[in-house]
């Protein structure tokens, strides 16, 4: 039985949440495989909302066992502040002993950097995700494995600072008081290596049974990855599902069904080209209805049409077998909607994603709107409009939408029969 996988089809922020802990209530165990606490999930259920970062968004399925990735990294203070909304972790939390650490002094790099970029800056969410990924390239990391010897752990650190002195100074990021750093280490110790496992390990173990339903959740998505996103306007890691593999240690066979999540519309944070914004009322109608603002920093999402190309290129190199098509009610009551269904670039009609997406030009096809969907839970309550656009985007992304959302609420999603 291969472990069934969940990734992000354009900018991020698709909805995956929502979509994992739906499914999520039917897997033993669900495992994240990338990316850090900049990245956001937020769970409606009978109203109330959860904000995720870190944990899985299978932690609200009690049965099931959430594991955090040796692709993840991991910011302690982040997560264990992420941890008090939860009781009884004990045995249905598990972190890999090879995931690597963010510290306080990587957040003072990433914002140091974004400041000197200046007109040039990226977008970051100053969390360290980025300059944690460096230092684990560069082999200058450290992993939560490492807590079981502080001592040593603590003289590491020390030992990079000095090393990369001239460094830290150009940026103006202290060195640490040891003292301090050695008493921040020992709080993590107590409270997070009770957690920590060989986490590839447990998960080979649970395929090999034959017993266990698995469920792995990305973060960001397909357009942020490292090597096939809008570079450099990217993440640190790779969203795609290929990043699945190295992030927790499975072959490629491991992996089953592969489904792709996306909006009805697409936004994105941060800088970088995305070539259907939208500038005008319309979308900061999107932005508005849409509650359209990060989970994770709170910052306004630049908001646009479909992107059709786009998402046809991230399922081809996902290889989706279908899709979740999320907040389909946001587009309610515009009386156009828009679709690109291909770009001008070069002075030709293309239907490809290039390396230079900030020089294309969106070709758009227009569709009926409707009045309202929210609240639909069967195909045969979806306005015709509707479901001809559903319709329509699953022809123009070669890609079958088996589940359709129709309000932020876990109950309101419309599974189609005939997938």
């Known amino acids: 039985m291969g472990a069934d996988l969940i990734v992000g089809i354009q900018w991020g922020d698709e909805g995956k949440g929502k979509i ?12 994240r495989y990338q990316g850090g606490h900049n990245a956001g999930h937020t769970i409606v259920v009978d109203g109330k909302s959860v904000a995720l970062h870190l944990i899985p968004s299978g932690i609200l399925n009690p049965k099931a066992v959430n594991i955090i990735g040796n692709g993840v990294v991991v910011s302690p203070e982040a997560l264990l502040k992420e941890m008090e909304q939860f009781e009884d972790l004990e045995g249905r939390l598990l972190i890999s002993d090879k995931a690597h650490l963010i510290f306080k002094y990587h957040e003072e790099i990433d914002k140091a950097k974004e400041r000197l970029r200046g007109k040039n ?21 450290h992993r939560i494995g490492e807590l079981k010897d502080i001592d040593r752990l603590t003289q590491k650190i020390m030992d990079y600072f000095a090393t990369n002195r001239p460094y830290f100074e150009a940026l103006g990021v202290a060195t640490p008081d040891e003292r301090t750093l050695k008493k921040e280490l020992e709080r993590y110790q107590k409270a997070l290596l009770p957690y920590v496992v060989d986490a590839t390990g447990y998960i080979w173990d649970r395929l090999q049974d034959g017993q266990s339903k698995i469920l792995l959740e990305g973060a960001q998505g397909t357009m ?45 944070v941060g800088n970088g080209p995305f070539p259907t914004e939208d500038h005008g009322p319309e979308g900061e109608r999107l932005r508005r209805q849409g509650h359209e603002f990060g989970t994770t920093t709170g910052r306004p999402r630049r908001c646009g049409w479909f992107d059709a190309v786009a998402a046809a290129y991230a399922c081809r190199i996902n290889g989706c077998d279908e899709m979740a098509l999320m907040k389909l009610d946001v587009l309610d009551g515009f009386e156009k909607i828009k679709v690109a269904v291909a770009y001008e670039y070069e002075g030709d009609r293309i239907d490809y994603v290039p390396s230079d997406l900030e020089n294309v030009k969106p070709i758009y096809e227009e569709f009926e709107g409707w009045s309202s969907v929210v609240g639909a839970r069967s195909w045969d309550q979806l306005p ?26 876990r109950e309101d999603t419309i599974i189609r029969k005939r997938i």
Request: charged share 20%.
């Open 224 to 268: 942020l990855d490292i090597d096939h996103g809008t570079y450099p306007y990217v993440t640190s890691s790779n969203t795609i599902a290929a990043g699945a593999c190295t992030g927790l240690g499975l072959a490629p066979k491991d992996i089953g069904k592969v489904i792709g999540i996306a909006k009805a519309y697409c936004t994105r």
């Open 121 to 141: 800056a990226i977008g970051t969410t100053g969390r360290g995700i980025g300059p944690a990924y460096s230092d684990k390239v560069s082999r200058q990391g």
């Open 20 to 31: 994992v802990d739906l499914l999520a209530q039917n897997y033993d165990v669900v495992c």
């Open 384 to 409: 015709q409009e509707a479901k001809r656009y559903i319709e329509a985007l699953e022809d123009l992304v070669k890609t079958p939408i088996a589940i359709v959302s129709t309000s932020p609420d």
